[in-house]
């Protein structure tokens, strides 16, 4: 039984995550979506409204969960039971980050492996940041992110 997590911000959730979600929970027995409530950090989406936006998106998947963490993704992890993390990997600049990441995860547990996945060409652009930038000046983000997710921008933004 192969059970694999994928951890982020998702704030919001893209075509881009999604497209990882669907293509990791196609070769894993059971994928976990794990959403990052970090205190230090400022989210535009608070943990549950990201959670429910996800969880709607992955209904059609059977083997796909959401949950949030507030820990160390590493304690969680062992909490779990898991030793795979996904990874997505956009280009250059986020595999170094990620390669260093998967260095710490590893030193703080040598038993995660971490699992990079290169993202879909038409997918390459998206990051949640930019459109969240974006949208904040009224511009159209379909086409980045699904239309549910489109909608609850344009709320935060009215
Ligand atoms: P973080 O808090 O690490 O920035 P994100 O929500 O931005 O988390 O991303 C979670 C994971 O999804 C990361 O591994 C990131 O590289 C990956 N990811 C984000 N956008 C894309 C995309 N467009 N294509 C592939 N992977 C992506």
Known sequence: ML????????DPPTL????IIR????IFDELLVVVAENRRKKYLFSADERVSMITELVRDRQNVSVVICD??????????????LVRGVRGVDDFSYEFELSMM?????SRIE???MTTDPEYFVLRSSSIKELASFHGN???MVPPPVAKALAD???
Do not use: C, E, M, Y
């Not at 293509?23 to 196609?26: C, D, G, K, Y």
């Not at 995860?105 to 547990?109: A, G, I, P, Q, Y």
């Open 71 to 84: 820990s160390l993704i590493v304690d969680f992890l062992q909490k779990q039971d898991i030793r795979l």
């Open 23 to 26: 293509r990791a929970a196609s």
């Open 105 to 109: 995860n590893k030193s703080l547990d």
């Open 156 to 158: 935060k933004f009215q």
């Open 141 to 143: 983000v379909a086409g």
């Open 114 to 116: 971490t699992i990079f």
């Open 16 to 19: 881009g995550h999604l497209n």
């Open 3 to 10: 059970k694999a997590a994928f951890p982020g911000s998702f």
